[in-house]
């Protein structure tokens, strides 16, 4: 059974090109789908008024109270919007913040979605949604919430700022790093595991220096695409579960804590998967994965260290005894003395 694997593919169907957003109305027609509400955060209000004019005549109206954690209160408020325009599908323009909404409706009324991504986050790809009510997120799988249509216009992505470029980017080379020594990944997982983070590596210098230029931001996004579906696939491990422990008890950035832990998460499992870890060699043309990860980043003016992201010194405690007292599935088993010394050095950005 060494070989044995199970894969299930994703139901979502994918446009992705430059200008592809005015393929969104015929997209619309596909479904079926005759009065849409326009989802956006309130900075990508502009763009969300732009998009009634993508959908014509199957605009119904913008709803632009998307925030980060999808607090089931907007959700609430949305709705409302949803119920007094009788509106049949819901549009996403935006990151994960506004995509988290689109999936929150979806979960309670079926809508179909069309989503419009414009960050590499890459929620628009997985029937994952965290959800936050009273100050506490929760997250939960169900199909209902995965989008049907996702449409990449590079165009869309051109405005996000190198640094958030940057350090979204790196949130994405983390789906691809976990997917790579899943318990559950197979062949086809793997294959786009690499193919993402190559992408990645050699784009996203290239969007650094020239943040308007569409080859590189076209060869980000479409990696960008293939770690989204890597976390679609797969289970995540001490990486994604640590972060999502560290942001919940200290409130920190998503995309901050991501590129902040990955390095350090990695190290804790590198000696464990030798086969991801070769993969990971390849495609990002090095002998030294973890070096040349650190070595990228700080190319990147992004934060190397928790505390520069508002995690206390006494957090690194609370944090051991959270991640003990919830054991996560993960290739080297969590070992309270090990992962202590990892949280440190994230918190200080002292290098794996
Ligand atoms: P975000 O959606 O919160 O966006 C951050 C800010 O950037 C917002 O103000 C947004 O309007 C702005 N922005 C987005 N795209 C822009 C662009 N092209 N130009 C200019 N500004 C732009 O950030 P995110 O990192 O994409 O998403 C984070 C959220 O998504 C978190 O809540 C996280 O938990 C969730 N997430 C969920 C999944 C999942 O599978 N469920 C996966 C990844 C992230």
């Not at 044995?4 to 789908?33: H, N, T």
């Not at 079926?110 to 986050?121: G, H, K, R």
């Not at 009510?133 to 919430?145: D, I, M, N, P, Y």
């Not at 973890?290 to 957090?315: S, V």
Request: proline share 5%.
């Amino acid at each position: 059974m060494g070989d044995a694997f199970i894969y299930q593919g994703l139901p979502a169907r994918v446009l992705f090109g430059q200008g592809m957003s005015a393929k969104i109305a015929e997209e619309a027609d596909r479904l079926g789908l005759q009065s849409m509400l326009v989802l956006s955060t309130p900075e990508q209000a502009a763009l969300a008024t732009g998009a009634l004019g993508w959908l014509g005549s199957r605009a119904a109206g913008v709803f632009s109270g998307a925030t980060i954690h999808t607090p089931v209160e907007v959700t609430e408020r949305a709705l409302e919007r949803v119920g007094a325009l009788k509106v049949d599908g819901v549009l996403a323009v935006g990151g994960g913040s506004t995509i988290g909404l689109g999936k929150a409706l979806a979960l309670r009324t079926d809508l179909p979605q069309i989503v419009v991504p414009t960050t590499y986050a890459g929620s628009e790809m997985t029937p994952i949604l965290g959800e936050t009510r009273g100050g506490r997120k929760t997250t939960q799988r169900s199909t209902k919430v995965q989008p049907e249509v996702v449409v990449y216009d590079v165009d869309l992505t051109l405005s996000l700022p190198a640094r958030m470029s940057a350090l979204s980017a790196f949130n994405a080379v983390a789906h691809a790093v976990e997917a790579l020594y899943a318990h559950d990944s197979n062949p086809v997982v793997s294959l786009m595991a690499e193919e993402g983070v190559r992408a990645i590596v050699e784009s996203l210098p290239k969007v650094l220096r020239e943040p308007n230029g569409a080859a590189g931001r076209s060869e980000l996004l479409y990696g960008a695409w293939l770690c989204a579906c890597c976390l679609g696939s797969s289970s995540m491990g001490l990486h994604h579960k640590l972060c999502h422990t560290l942001g919940g008890l200290f409130d920190l950035p998503h995309a901050q804590t991501h590129a902040i832990v990955l390095p350090y998460a990695l190290g804790y499992n590198a000696a464990a998967v030798p086969e991801a870890m070769a993969r990971l060699a390849r495609a990002m043309r090095t002998d030294d994965v973890l070096n040349e990860l650190l070595h990228l980043e700080r190319n990147c003016d992004i934060p190397l260290a928790l505390r520069d992201i508002g995690m206390p010194r006494d957090g690194i405690e609370r944090a051991v005894d959270e991640a003990m007292a919830n054991p996560y599935g993960n290739p080297r088993p969590i070992e309270a003395t090990a992962l202590r010394q990892i949280i440190e050095r994230a918190w200080a950005g002292t290098g794996v």
